[in-house]
């Protein structure tokens, strides 16, 4: 299992570091150096000419391109990702402050969506034809055509404007200290976010399902004498199991990307909308360094997914 | 029924209705199986051998019904009529597994990969026997040694995908008798199998049938097989049984022209290069499209304006009977 | 036994096929079952509704899209405004049928593009195979770890706000998969044996990648094609809604909805983003409708 992780990180490190490349390639190329992203403009503003030269060869910008991405590697790997064009914050407290706010927003809809897409799936695909399968089919259709803020948008209007159930927006009231005090907050944005996710992971569980009952071991299983709910769940829902996971590491980067929009509708103070605030604004480091995170976070995701896969999966586990 | 008879079909017919059209794929089948004995059927792709086997046991898809005729089990609590159960009612799974029990063709896939091989065959003692956990661990192991397989307090958490292809023959039919059977659906269980594996399942297929005294349903292709292995013989061609015997009766003294045929297609051991092989003629009929009389009557030597009805079947003998106009002349042809 | 209403089923197809009325038919299978799937021909139905009354828009509305009227500023639906007005007097209903325009352009032409950019590479490297291959796949690899809008957003923040930029941002940010498809088809392709034999006759490399082995995986690129036009006309929607897509100046679906922004829009004048909502979601359905049939009909190891 070790080895296989081992090997897994041996063929996502090239990727990570040429992206990073690449991600430093477009900084250099939008406007702003090094220096002026990198300390903290405040301070900036007081330094003589001389000093400022002395600061650029002090962070290397005198130095070849080659070199200059070393350096600027190594600050990222310590977790410096320099500072932000507007305010001069540094970038990794901003993430910092920002992150709590979208890994909640984004686990909370992972659950939900894999927990219901898996249930309805199954239960589409076990009462194939009936008129539970095609509503499902239809709802799980809508689902995955409706854009996902205009449902928020038709949400707030509903239970925040109308009937004033639950809060337009925003994630911390003042007062609010625990999870629970903050649960009215997370319900709308969760489950607007989760929604396309819940769709795409039921259709997808309803055909793996499918597949998984249509194999002739669950012949075998039936001609054994055993109960529905066994042949069923048992052996045919434990195999869809793998390519439901597999399907579920392949949409994260949707459930990343579509945190950033949803977290604009709801004014969830994350990272996603930082990122908007940070394109609007041209913030080239900030956008930079956010991307860079985000597929980090996906290359991660899918690491995570692949090694989930190996443990569900005997023949992927032992080879 | 005898008391000697273990399982008797009588009529049956087993109709698919997938696309919107309706196959006939089973069109009035009898025979009877003896305790004790092998029945091998055999018959050219697509005359719904494994309709039948999977019709015994109910594991129709569900586009697909049991139109007419019986199925009766003869249990030792009595006689129970199968076709009259519920497809998967509290009965008929009673009867999988425990009291008959079936080997697939493809043991590449008929085994779940996920599972290890003793899991699967505890699975089946789990519901049937009321051993316990321990109990069924050891009688698992034993069942994977009578098979032959090496090793098997190892073998017996391995996966699928870590056995060869006949050691998961030998784990399918572990699970099939780990419950006792006393009817045996083997469907073509060689198939996918080298020959000297072939000759080693069918030896273990015998023991168990003089050991245990169960009725074994083969179905295979296989001429030779049929030779070795049986006791009675019944060829299938489109729906139909065309003649049904002993073995002497069939092989011997074949009085359907489709069974001569079908025995002279075959080359035989040791009769050397000379040998004249006829491959019969024509190919079989789309089901959708059948002829009117007799199913096999536009790729008959034989045919007359009389095949154009559908035969009725005739007794021959106490054993042997055949379904054709003309099996007189074969008779003083043969 | 009660008969169950499969039952009855089975009687009348029985019945029928002993009176000889059942024909095998003829004719394409993959368009019969197409346009036997009810979903896949409602599907049909909308989206020929939708395109056509984009681009026949002039004849169905005589407002201007564009043109602003102080006097009838934020009315509510009525005849002479079906979708009521916007903030400064604009039809909401011609700005729905112009920007429907721009929209489907959008999406379904960074569709077809990507797909063609990604099928012609697709094809040959996956043809071709050696270091050719090994590049394209993983420069593919590079586009496709990133979360798509996010990968979109970094684009756009780099070229700037248009039109144009955005079509080409769409079709970087969509090429991977449709290479991905075409190259793993390819691969599997290129083993048998008509393929080998066509070869072996001396036929010129590109020719077999183009005329004998891309007709046989048009289907999956098809059904391709239709989710990545959903994908994008979502992926304008989503953009201009947050005034990051096309430039606020021209109508389009995404910045029809854009004023949903505000609250007090969103609470109080519905007409100007509830219909536009609606819009954008029939015509993702129907092409997801469509994609499905096309699916279903060109899969060959279904059958009901
Ligand atoms: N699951 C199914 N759905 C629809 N039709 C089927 C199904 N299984 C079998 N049939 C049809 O029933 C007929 C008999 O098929 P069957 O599988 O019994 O043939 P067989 O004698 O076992 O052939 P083989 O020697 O190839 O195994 C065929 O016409 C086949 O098309
Ligand atoms: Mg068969």
């Known amino acids: ?277 940070a394109v609007r604004g041209s913030d080239y480091p900030l956008v930079m360094s956010i991307a860079l995170m985000s597929v980090f976070a996906v290359l991660m995701a899918s690491l995570i997914v692949d090694v989930l896969t190996a443990l569900i999966d005997p023949r992927v586990r032992l080879g | 029924m005898s008391q000697q008879t273990a399982l008797s079909v009588k009529d049956l017919k087993t109709y698919f209705y997938t696309n919107k059209r309706c196959n006939k794929a089973v069109n009035g089948v009898s025979f009877d199986i003896k305790k004790g004995s092998t029945l091998c059927i055999v018959g050219e792709s697509g005359c719904g051998k494994s309709v039948t086997a999977s019709t015994i046991m109910q594991l129709l898809p569900r586009l697909s019904r049991i139109e007419e005729g019986s199925i009766t089990y003869n249990s030792d609590a009595g006689e129970i009529a199968i076709h009259e159960l519920e497809r998967d009612g509290a009965e008929m799974k009673r009867i999988r597994g425990s009291e008959i029990a079936m080997i697939f063709q493809d043991p590449m896939t008929a085994l779940n990969p996920v599972y290890t091989i003793g899991f699967q065959i505890a ?66 269980p060689t198939t996918a199998l080298d020959v000297t594996i072939q000759a080693q399942i069918f030896e273990l297929m015998e023991k168990l049938k003089t050991e245990n005294d169960t009725a074994i349903m083969l179905i295979t292709h296989d001429m030779g097989v049929v030779a070795e292995l049986a006791d009675d013989v019944a060829v299938m061609y489109m729906g139909n049984i065309v003649e049904a015997g002993t073995v002497d009766d069939v092989l011997r003294r074949p009085r359907h022209p489709y069974t001569k045929a079908l025995l002279e297609s075959i080359p035989v051991l040791g009769r050397g290069r000379s040998q004249d092989i006829k491959s019969i003629r024509g190919a079989t009929p789309d089901p959708y499209d059948r002829p009117k009389g007799c199913q096999f009557a536009p790729r008959c030597d034989f045919a007359t304006d009389a095949c154009n009805q559908m035969p009725a079947e005739e007794q021959l003998s106490d054993t042997h009977r055949v379904m054709c106009w003309q099996h007189e002349e074969l008779k003083q042809n043969a | 036994m009660a008969k169950t209403s499969l039952d009855k089923k089975f009687d009348r197809i029985r019945d029928l096929e002993e009176a000889g009325k059942l024909k095998s038919s003829s004719g394409s299978r993959a368009l019969r079952k197409l346009l036997s799937n009810r979903l896949a021909v409602v599907g049909i139905a909308i989206f020929l509704v939708i395109l056509l009354s984009s681009i026949f828009a002039p004849l169905i509305t005589s407002h201007d899209p564009q043109k602003i009227d102080l006097r009838s500023m934020l009315q509510s639906p009525s005849w002479e405004h079906i979708f009521g007005t916007d903030r400064t007097g604009r039809d909401v209903f011609a700005r729905i049928l112009y920007g429907g325009r721009v929209s489907i352009l959008v999406g379904l032409g960074s569709a077809l593009v990507s797909a063609s950019f990604g099928v012609a590479i697709g094809c040959y490297s996956g043809y071709r195979g050696g270091w050719i291959d090994t590049i394209a796949l993983r420069v593919s690899e590079i586009f496709m770890s990133f979360p798509q809008i996010i990968l979109v957003l970094l684009l756009v923040s780099i070229v700037g706000q248009s039109l144009f930029n955005l079509i080409v941002i769409f079709v970087i940010s969509g090429w991977g998969a449709m290479y991905r498809l075409a190259r793993a088809r390819m691969l599997s392709l290129r083993e048998e044996e008509y393929v080998q034999a066509l070869q072996s006759f001396g036929v ?55 004023v949903a922004q505000d609250l007090r829009v969103l609470q109080n004048n519905w007409w100007m983003w509830l219909p536009v909502g609606a819009v954008i979601s029939l015509f993702v359905l129907s092409v997801n409708f469509i994609g499905d049939g096309l699916r279903d009909s060109t899969d060959p190891t279904l059958q009901g």
Request: charged fraction near 15%; glycine fraction near 8%; include cysteine.
């Open chain 2, 123 to 188: 699975e089946s003692l789990q519901y049937h026997t009321d051993l316990n956990k321990s109990q069924i661990r050891a009688r698992t192991i034993e069942l994977l040694a009578n098979m032959g397989i090496p090793s098997p307090e190892q073998r017996v958490d391995e996966y699928p995908h870590h056995y060869s292809g006949g050691m998961r023959q030998r784990a399918m039919i572990a699970m099939a008798m780990s419950c006792n059977p006393k009817i045996l659906i083997a469907d073509e």
């Open chain 1, 1 to 277: 299992m070790l080895t296989f992780i081992v090997r897994r990180l041996l063929i996502t490190l090239p990727m990570m570091l040429v992206i990073s490349f690449l991600v430093y390639l477009g900084l250099e190329l939008t406007p702003g150096d090094a220096v002026s992203h990198m300390i903290d403009p405040e301070v900036a503003n007081e330094v003589t000419p001389e000093q400022l030269a002395q600061l650029r060869a002090a962070y290397g910008l005198d130095k070849s391109f080659i070199e200059r991405y070393g350096i600027w590697l190594v600050n990222i790997v310590q977790g410096n990702f320099g500072h932000s064009l507007s305010g001069g914050v540094s970038i990794s407290a901003i993430v910092l402050d920002r992150l709590p706010a979208t890994l909640e927003l984004s686990v909370f809809a992972l659950l939900f969506s894999t927990l219901i897409g898996c249930v309805l799936g199954t239960i589409s695909a076990l009462r194939r034809g009936s008129a539970t399968d095609s509503t499902l089919t239809v709802v799980g259709m809508l689902g995955v055509s409706i854009p996902e803020f205009f449902f928020g948008l038709v949400a707030i209007l509903i239970f925040a404007l109308h009937l004033n159930w639950l809060p337009v927006g925003g994630r911390l009231m003042p007062g609010d200290e625990s999870f629970i005090d903050h649960l009215p907050n997370i319900i709308l944005p969760g489950i607007v976010l989760s929604l396309m996710m819940t769709a795409g992971v039921m259709r997808y569980s309803r055909s793996a399902m499918l597949d998984s009952l249509s194999r002739e071991f669950i012949r075998t299983a039936r001609s054994k004498g055993l109960p529905e709910w066994r042949i069923n769940l048992v052996h045919g829902f434990r195999v869809a199991l793998t390519p439901v996971v597999v399907l579920i590491g392949f949409r994260l980067p949707t459930l990343i990307g579509g945190s950033v929009i949803i977290e604009e509708v709801f004014q969830w103070p994350g990272v996603g909308s930082e990122f908007i605030e």
């Open chain 3, 204 to 258: 010129s490399t590109f020719k077999i990648c183009y005329k004998h082995i891309l007709p046989n995986a048009l289907g999956p690129i098809m059904v391709n094609v239709t989710l990545t036009t959903a994908m994008f006309i979502l992926a304008e929607a989503g953009l201009s809604f947050l005034g990051l897509g096309v430039p606020l100046s021209i109508p389009t679906w995404g910045n029809i909805l854009n």
